[in-house]
């Protein structure tokens, strides 16, 4: 019997020949990721489980994104345990305002093709874009990791979804994961594996699979994978170059060893198997105020909004703020419109102001803000009151997430979020 993705790369980690659905296995732990929403509560934790040392300082990275800048008087408790607790254990991989989580641990090179890295966020499933096991856990999990460098995990079942053809003008792959979100549901994949293929996927960047990856979680699944391919490699060698190489450890496998060790066989056993034609996708929201509440635009046409958030570790990379500024091309945002737009890193913010991409969206009128998690958390960045309306590009929608539980939330793509900053109200980007 053949095996998914998923199923070789936890096979190989363990060092067996194959696993099966429903398994335990105990897993050796390639990278983790600590926010500093979590530090304070992980660090106390591994304290309280006796752990006088990290299994290995160098697989640990320390993110601040949330908290930065402090919006609220405690916010700088978590710096300062954050702060002592890398004085504690050697930890060297720490970020302070370089971007956001997600976004960094790939562009910095911490994670490559058939890792297994556990992150204490629930967007950690974005480093399946690179072909690696990637979820998150508590914060009890990663303070028994700290300390072991071990976590059982329960072998998923795969859906596998493939969609094939080109993809219509204006159509981006946030629109296709939303579509998938809503045709799942938002427990439709809990705790299994989406691995995606496909002509169309095979033609996106790595950015684009990363949107995806990143909100597979929506859809409850454990975690997301794409099978490695050039791009993968090549932005993996990119990425390794980033930084300095901070993250770089022993070299990357062969794009043909890659494919040989994290391909899923012709006669895997998936749980279900969905099919798309590209072509058949059109620009799409989820309503307020569930992700899975999944409407064609064309429906929405007319709504007023009084807000357009584009960032986030969803739709924050450069591509993303290319594709909203080639959109707002010689137009201005609506008079009664706040546009915010948040780089997902420093580096996509340097990116995008050397290609003139920042310069048209802010001639435009939209709101640059530093890099990191800003709006898409609601701690700070234009947090919202009763009665207000947001397009946003991040990953969710829930009541109060942005400011009050009265305000409506919709996630599009970054080219609709810009077609409504212009516009004023919900419409489609024009080709």
Same mark, same amino acid.
């Given at each position: 019997m053949g095996q998914t993705v998923v199923e070789k790369i936890l096979a190989r980690n363990i060092g067996v020949q194959a696993v099966k659905p429903g398994d335990i296995v105990t897993v050796n732990v390639d990278r983790v990721m600590l926010d500093d929403i979590m530090i304070p509560f992980i660090v106390d934790k591994f304290h309280e489980m006796g752990f006088e040392k990290v299994w290995d300082p160098d697989k640990v990275v320390l993110i601040y994104d949330h908290l930065v800048p402090a919006s609220q008087q405690d916010d700088t408790r978590h710096y300062r345990v954050g702060d002592e607790f890398v004085e504690e254990c050697g930890l060297t991989h720490v970020h302070r305002s370089d971007g956001i989580c997600h976004q960094l641990m790939t562009e910095a090179g911490y994670v490559k093709p058939g890792d297994i890295v556990f992150g204490t966020d629930s967007h950690t499933t974005t480093y399946g874009c690179v072909g690696a096991f990637s979820t998150g856990i508590g914060y009890t999990e990663m303070a028994a990791i700290l300390g072991t460098g071990t976590l059982w995990v +329960?072998?998923? %079942?795969?859906?596998?979804?493939?969609?094939? &053809? +080109? #993809?219509?003008?204006? @159509?981006?792959? +946030?629109?296709?994961?939303?579509? #998938?979100? &809503?045709?799942? !549901?938002?427990? !439709?994949?809990?705790?299994?594996a989406l691995e995606f293929a496909g002509t169309t996927v095979e033609e996106m960047s790595v950015a684009s699979r990363m949107t995806m990856a990143n909100m597979a979680i929506e859809a409850g699944a454990k975690c997301a994978v794409f099978t490695p391919d050039e791009k993968t490699m090549e932005y993996c060698e990119q990425s390794r170059e980033n930084y300095g190489g901070c993250g770089a450890q022993e070299s990357l496998m062969s794009l043909?060893?890659?494919?040989?060790?994290?391909?899923?066989?012709?006669?895997?056993?998936y749980y279900q198997t969905i099919t798309y034609q590209a072509e058949d996708f059109q620009p799409v929201?989820?309503?307020?105020?569930? @992700?899975?509440?999944?409407?064609?635009?064309?429906?929405? %046409?007319?709504?007023t909004v009084d807000q357009v958030f584009i960032g986030s570790c969803t739709n924050g990379r450069l591509e993303d703020l290319q594709a909203a500024a080639s959109v707002l091309e010689g137009k201005k945002v609506a008079p009664f419109v706040k546009l915010i737009v948040t780089p997902a890193s420093r580096k996509v913010y340097e990116d995008a102001l050397a290609c003139g991409a920042l310069q048209t969206l802010m001639r435009a009128g939209a709101i640059i803000t530093h890099p990191g998690c800003g709006l898409c958390c609601g701690r700070t960045g234009g947090i919202l009151s009763d009665g207000e309306r947001v397009v946003a590009t991040n990953n969710r929608n829930f009541l109060g997430r942005m400011g009050t539980s009265k305000v409506e939330i919709y996630l599009a793509s970054p080219m609709t979020a810009a077609a409504c900053a212009a516009a004023g109200k919900i419409t489609a980007a024009k080709g």
């Amino acid at each position: 019997m053949g095996q998914t993705v998923v199923e070789k790369i936890l096979a190989r980690n363990i060092g067996v020949q194959a696993v099966k659905p429903g398994d335990i296995v105990t897993v050796n732990v390639d990278r983790v990721m600590l926010d500093d929403i979590m530090i304070p509560f992980i660090v106390d934790k591994f304290h309280e489980m006796g752990f006088e040392k990290v299994w290995d300082p160098d697989k640990v990275v320390l993110i601040y994104d949330h908290l930065v800048p402090a919006s609220q008087q405690d916010d700088t408790r978590h710096y300062r345990v954050g702060d002592e607790f890398v004085e504690e254990c050697g930890l060297t991989h720490v970020h302070r305002s370089d971007g956001i989580c997600h976004q960094l641990m790939t562009e910095a090179g911490y994670v490559k093709p058939g890792d297994i890295v556990f992150g204490t966020d629930s967007h950690t499933t974005t480093y399946g874009c690179v072909g690696a096991f990637s979820t998150g856990i508590g914060y009890t999990e990663m303070a028994a990791i700290l300390g072991t460098g071990t976590l059982w995990v +329960k072998v998923p %079942e795969t859906i596998r979804v493939v969609i094939d &053809g +080109k #993809l219509p003008e204006g @159509v981006m792959s +946030k629109d296709i994961i939303l579509r #998938l979100i &809503g045709d799942l !549901g938002a427990d !439709g994949a809990t705790y299994r594996a989406l691995e995606f293929a496909g002509t169309t996927v095979e033609e996106m960047s790595v950015a684009s699979r990363m949107t995806m990856a990143n909100m597979a979680i929506e859809a409850g699944a454990k975690c997301a994978v794409f099978t490695p391919d050039e791009k993968t490699m090549e932005y993996c060698e990119q990425s390794r170059e980033n930084y300095g190489g901070c993250g770089a450890q022993e070299s990357l496998m062969s794009l043909e060893q890659v494919q040989k060790d994290l391909m899923g066989d012709p006669d895997a056993v998936y749980y279900q198997t969905i099919t798309y034609q590209a072509e058949d996708f059109q620009p799409v929201m989820a309503c307020p105020s569930q @992700v899975d509440n999944i409407c064609n635009v064309s429906q929405l %046409e007319g709504i007023t909004v009084d807000q357009v958030f584009i960032g986030s570790c969803t739709n924050g990379r450069l591509e993303d703020l290319q594709a909203a500024a080639s959109v707002l091309e010689g137009k201005k945002v609506a008079p009664f419109v706040k546009l915010i737009v948040t780089p997902a890193s420093r580096k996509v913010y340097e990116d995008a102001l050397a290609c003139g991409a920042l310069q048209t969206l802010m001639r435009a009128g939209a709101i640059i803000t530093h890099p990191g998690c800003g709006l898409c958390c609601g701690r700070t960045g234009g947090i919202l009151s009763d009665g207000e309306r947001v397009v946003a590009t991040n990953n969710r929608n829930f009541l109060g997430r942005m400011g009050t539980s009265k305000v409506e939330i919709y996630l599009a793509s970054p080219m609709t979020a810009a077609a409504c900053a212009a516009a004023g109200k919900i419409t489609a980007a024009k080709g």
